[in-house]
């Protein structure tokens, strides 16, 4: 009933900066919060940044004063700006929304599909 689509992933430099988005749409009634975590071959899935309905974010150490994560809520959509990336930083980006469903006011949480960010020289 909720579907998040995720675009912005690709090839770039260290240092480098990309810019992902996360759409959701669907029997949405509310977002409570959106957030972006990461999964590299052979590693957990890592929170890297969340943020909620009344703007309460939160960063993994590793991408602080780096990454920045802000949304949308006319949208539905959630961004996060990467600037200064690194090579540790590849990982399959994958969005994530938890809210209530339109009318039955069912919670939900759904997940996106992912997007690919490989940092390479």
């Known amino acids: 009933q909720v579907q998040l689509v995720e675009s912005g992933g690709g090839l770039v430099q260290p240092g480098g900066s990309l810019r992902l988005s996360c759409a959701a749409s669907g029997r949405i009634f509310s977002i409570n919060a959106m957030g972006w975590y990461r999964q590299a071959p052979g590693k957990q899935r890592e929170l890297v940044a969340s943020i909620t309905s009344g703007d309460t974010t939160d960063y993994a150490d590793s991408v602080k004063g780096r990454f920045t994560i802000s949304r949308d809520n006319a949208k539905n959509t959630v961004y996060l700006q990467m600037n200064n990336l690194k090579p540790e930083d590849t990982a399959v980006y994958l969005c994530?929304?938890?809210?209530?469903?339109?009318?039955?006011?069912?919670?939900?949480?759904?997940w996106g599909q992912g997007t690919l960010v490989t940092v390479s020289s």
């Open positions: 994530n929304a938890e809210g209530l469903i339109l009318l039955s006011f069912r919670p939900f949480k759904v």
